[in-house]
């Protein structure tokens, strides 16, 4: 497993190759993110970028989205996967900021949670990516590249990755640890290919050195 000063060096060259490693999401409110996050379940943050300006221009507050039909909200996100439940989970997150949070997205995890449509991964890049509240979301990238990297077992939960990550690191660093390893993944590390010839954390990754041993061309 890796150490806690090898796991803090890790995320360090991680920032060094990706200094600019954030969202792509785009909203001008914090309504409009924690839509932008529900739309990009299972779909790519570009795909979402594509229909939110209409989508958001439609839809500006929690109220109107409260009481949108879902056949007109189905007709603006039908490009994206999943666009029938996540109609529905937007139309009913929305009615229960209305009634529940006078339309004011919360700041907690807990009260984000008590939203349709919003699970902890989803609460946690809120409260991170907007609010800058120290969170770590768990995705699919960070849940592989701290694997890869034995900074947590090898079998552990989405939630053990989530507790690991945040004892190993300073909580200072966690919403950008969050953020760079999303692109380790996406870019460097990537589930099929990892570019382990030409990675900078080779000497620290034991995965990457079995790779290379195994099919030196990897
Ligand atoms: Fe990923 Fe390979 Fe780099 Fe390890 S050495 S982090 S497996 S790309």
Redesign the pocket.
Known sequence: MLSKEKTRKAIEIMGQVFPNARTSLQADTSFHFLLAVILSAQTTDIAVNKLTPAFFARYPTPETLASALPTDVMNLIKTIGLYRNKTKYMITCAQGLVTRFDGVVPHSRSELMTLPGVGRKTADVVLAEWFHIPAFAVDTHVNR?AK??SIVPQKADVLTVEKVLMAKLPSQLWIAAHQRMIF?GRY??TARS???TT?P??EL?A??QK?LLQSPES
């Open positions: 590249i890869r990297l380790w460097q590390c990892p570019k382990c990675c954390l080779l990754c995965e990457g790779r």
